[in-house]
Nanobody, 124 residues
Framework: QVQLVESGGGLVQAGGSLRLSCAASGRTFSPAAMGWFRQAPGKEREFVAAINRSGLRTYYSDSVKGRFTISRDNAEKTVYLQMNGLKPEDTAVYYC?????????????????WGQGIQVTVSS
């Protein structure tokens, strides 16, 4: 049974940093694609960042490019999201997503496995 468990969220002041982690379990090999999405109150879930298995291909939404960095540790089957220069508009529930068969993508439909979500709140 596949599980994705996020950690590292919390409350931070604007301009601060947080590092999210997401550990995958239930499969022998690391996922082909891993990504982060977020959903703010009253808004649709949106793409944040994604990374392929080798880590050589990464994608970012325009809103986080230059501030957030996605990385992964295949030995630990874990993906990270380093968030710097946080803004109040980054406040949302952040979801980890993974898939073992599909290539990396910014589309939520690519990912068949999702974490439970973790709250990130940025105060002004």
């Amino acid at each position: 049974q596949v599980q994705l468990v996020e950690s590292g969220g919390g409350l931070v002041q604007a301009g601060g940093s947080l590092r999210l982690s997401c550990a995958a379990s239930g499969r022998t090999f690391s996922p082909a694609a891993m990504g982060w999405f977020r959903q703010a109150p009253g808004k649709e879930r949106e793409f944040v960042a994604a990374i392929n298995r080798s880590g050589l291909r990464t994608y970012y939404s325009d809103s986080v490019k230059g501030r957030f960095t996605i990385s992964r540790d295949n030995a630990e089957k874990t993906v990270y999201l380093q968030m710097n220069g946080l803004k109040p508009e980054d406040t949302a529930v952040y979801y980890c997503a993974a898939d073992w068969d599909q290539g990396v993508s910014a589309s939520s439909t690519t990912y068949n496995y999702w974490g439970q979500g973790i709250q990130v709140t940025v105060s002004s």
